[in-house]
């Protein structure tokens, strides 16, 4: 599974779930999501329960943080390690 | 589209004719455009015809080339332009334009072979004469239905049950479990009905009854989820494809096809279709209710201007449902929990006096392209049983419904309500556990010694009808085949479908339910259709090419009609509805408890629309459905039968039989 991928269809679901009637090209893969107030609190379980599904890996509530769910490629990062069972 | 029915006997003495009339004269509504009959010693076939195709030549019953076969058949194949090609290539020749024959000379080319090739919704009964066997059949989902009786060896069967009494052959008789079972599932486990004996055929079954008795098996499946590794794009190209065919084959008519317009997602994509393979006129019909909580007509409007479509709507509001929920009762053949049937009837009734017959719709996209709340709280539900300690996953109940987490104190209450039981990820009935519950409720008020079927007994029956590999598949798939079995095939597709459409002689078309779109959809995972929360996820991205955006952004508007509280708002109906719940009429009834009931049905007149629980409303309306339907179907049933049929000037009655020599069976 190559970064690129994982990237572009976790953005995928965060612009199809979170940015509907928002313009979607302004999201970056640095771009802290909570700060722009595209994911909420309640939001970020969804993503969570997305990744979990999508990319079969188990996300304990330890690792709910912002180094590893704040930007796209954090989270991205966040799928790849968890994956290549680093994590 | 149409009513059959007959009997069958091999043997004991020769069957007479005259029962076939009242029963055909029972399912009028579904065939008021004339009758035909055949009969012989062992078998009489009855017809009611509602024409779709091949207005001048499709009676029925149609035989084959050498009168060997006969057939009575409701419902359309829709791929018949198709199969008669193939047909007439291999020999067989056709007297007629109609489906209705293509289906005998696939059966006689292909044996019950035959049901794989059909793209249709159906219900049919083959005659052979040489071997004196009958061979039945419904299509895959159960658009259409097919009920049957044995009595004294002689096989009673018809469209409806109603015609089975009518007959004369049958006398109607509760069936306690089968009321227990609509009770907590808003349906029959296939294939029992609220009537002793009486059987429903399943949907996607077969039956042959021969010298040797009668097999039942079935033919087709609901296929099981199998990733074909594709992306989204490619879905969605696949689902165009399919989507359009389905539409395409389901315009072919002599007679003009409208469509419904919900406003909601499904049907604004089937009606959007139509748009995309015909020029024609398109007329498109709708609810509004007088109650803005349910009502949807902003949105059914701004579909009506994006397609500019000829469109007619019916208002609804409590005093229509309250003084139609009768009716609907008496074509559903069963309670009913929810009075959503209702404004089906009304609206279907609305398409037959603006001069239509033929309606397409959108049930099916929320079972196969997972739509619900309920395939969410699965998700939810599962979400937190992966981590059944955290502390932070239940929170994600609140973004399923916000509302009922929006008070801090109640949202305690509330995670425990919908997390009971979340970590029994091995329970076969997971998704509906909670449901299944608040249903259960409705048994607690049957009087005491009422003999109550075990929820474990119930359930392994339910199983039994499930595909083989139910057991194997996660959660959301079992919440999904569950939902198609009761809710689709058991409910939707019946009480709120055929029976009250054709109760108005209105032909429903599904073009979510065609078969190879189905098999189609099996072939997307779940994650693709519903990734985190996001419900029919795919086809809203479909959407997005070619509906209008204020279609797409809508949350799912779950369609519902006002249930019990309408009835206390009834006025018109107040002394009706007090002699129906009175402590007396309950307690003749004997099913429910009638100091319970009662005691509960003056607290809610009391309160009003305040106050009722979920619970309360089920309880309310199984006992109310469940009194009509016990007066219905129970008193005289002479007096009933005549009171309920007017004919309207709209029929006419033509009776052809076919009368054929020859001996009884041996």
Not at chain 2, 53 to 67: A, C, H, T, V, Y
Not at chain 2, 458 to 485: A, H, K, W
Request: proline share 5%.
């Amino acid at each position: 599974m190559q970064l690129n991928d994982v990237a572009a269809t976790v953005s995928g679901f965060i612009r199809d779930r979170f940015m509907i009637g928002r313009p979607t090209d302004s999201l970056g893969v640095s771009d802290s999501l909570l700060e722009k107030g595209i994911i909420d609190s309640t939001g970020v379980l969804e993503l969570v329960e997305y990744l979990e599904e999508r990319f079969s890996i188990k996300v304990d509530d330890e690792e709910l943080t912002p180094d590893n769910l704040e930007t796209i490629q954090n989270i991205s990062n966040f799928v790849i390690r968890k994956k290549d069972g680093l994590s | 589209m149409c009513g059959i029915a007959g009997y069958f006997s091999r043997e004991g003495p020769p069957l007479h004719e005259a029962a076939v009339e009242p029963m055909l004269k029972a399912i009028q509504h579904r065939g008021p455009d004339g009758f035909g009959t055949y009969s012989d010693p062992n078998c009489v076939l009855g017809h009611a015809r509602l024409s779709i195709i091949d207005l001048e030549g499709g009676w029925q019953p149609i035989f084959n080339e050498d009168d060997s076969l006969a057939i009575v058949f409701n419902g359309e194949i829709y791929n018949y332009l198709e199969l008669q090609k193939n047909l007439n290539g291999r020999g067989h020749r056709f007297k007629t334009r109609s489906d209705t024959e293509v289906i005998l000379h696939a059966y006689e080319e292909w044996g019950d072979g035959c049901l794989d090739r059909f793209n249709g919704q159906f219900s049919f009964a083959v005659y052979d004469r040489r071997d004196c066997s009958l061979f039945f059949a419904r299509d895959r989902v159960g658009v259409r239905p097919l009920y049957y009786c044995w009595r004294n060896r002689t096989l009673v069967f018809a469209s409806e049950v109603k015609a089975l009494f009518a007959s004369g052959l049958v006398q109607p008789e509760l069936c306690e479990e089968g009321l227990q079972e609509i009770y907590v599932y808003w349906t029959n486990v296939f294939p029992n009905t609220p009537f002793h004996e009486v059987y429903e055929l399943p949907p996607g079954h077969m039956m042959k009854v021969t010298r040797e008795g009668a097999t039942i098996s079935r033919y087709w499946t609901v296929p099981s989820v199998e990733e074909s590794g594709l992306d989204d794009a490619e879905y969605i190209e696949g689902l165009a494809y399919h989507l359009q065919r389905s539409i395409r084959l389901r315009l072919r008519a002599d007679v003009p096809v409208g469509a419904y317009l919900s406003g909601g997602l499904d049907s604004a994509l089937t009606t959007a279709m139509i748009r995309r393979v015909t020029d024609a006129p398109i007329k498109t019909f709708s609810i509004e209710f007088t109650d803005p909580a349910f009502d949807e007509s902003v949105h059914q409007k701004e579909m009506v201007r994006f397609l500019g479509t000829d469109h007619s709507s019916i208002r609804c509001g409590p005093d229509e449902i309250a003084e139609n929920f009768g009716n609907a009762i008496w074509s559903a053949e069963r309670p009913l929990l929810r009075t959503a049937p209702v404004p089906m009837y009304l609206l279907a009734r609305l398409v037959r006096a603006e001069g239509y017959k033929v309606v397409v719709t959108g049930e099916g996209a929320d079972e196969f392209f997972l739509g619900y709340d309920i395939f969410k709280e699965t998700k939810v539900r599962q979400f937190c049983s992966r981590q059944p300690d955290s502390a932070m996953r239940p929170h994600l109940l609140g973004r399923l419904y916000p509302y009922l987490f929006r008070d801090p104190r109640a949202a305690r209450f509330q995670r425990s309500f919908f997390l009971k039981r979340f970590r029994e990820i091995g329970d076969p009935f997971y998704g509906h556990r909670i449901r299944w519950g608040l249903g259960a409720g409705v048994l607690d008020f049957l009087r005491e010694d009422a003999e109550r079927i075990s929820p474990s007994l119930r359930e392994s029956r339910l199983l039994s009808n499930l595909p083989s590999g139910f057991s194997g598949c996660g959660p959301l798939e079992r919440t999904q085949l569950v939902e198609i079995e009761t809710l689709l095939s058991g409910y939707l597709l019946s009480s709120q479908g055929d029976r009250v459409a054709m109760a108005q002689s209105v032909e429903g078309r599904y073009p979510f339910l065609d078969h190879e779109l189905i098999e189609f959809a099996s072939r997307i995972p779940s994650t693709r259709k519903m990734p985190g929360l996001d419900e029919k996820h795919l086809l809203k991205k479909f959407g997005k090419s070619f509906l209008p955006a204020g279609i797409l952004s809508r949350k799912k508007f779950p369609y519902r009609a006002p249930d019990f509280q309408g009835f206390l708002a009834w006025d018109r109906g107040r002394e009706f509805l007090e002699e129906l719940m009175s402590p007396a009429a309950i307690a003749d009834s004997g099913v429910f408890d009638a100091g319970k009931v009662t005691r509960l049905y003056r607290q809610a007149v009391l309160r009003n629309k305040s106050g009722m629980t979920y619970t309360d409303n089920l309880v309310l309306m199984a006992a109310l459905s469940t009194q009509l339907f016990l007066r219905f179907f129970f008193r005289s049933w002479e007096t009933m039968r005549m009171r309920r049929f007017e004919p309207g000037d709209h029929v006419r009655k033509t009776t052809r039989t076919t009368m054929m020599e020859g001996r009884k069976c041996n």
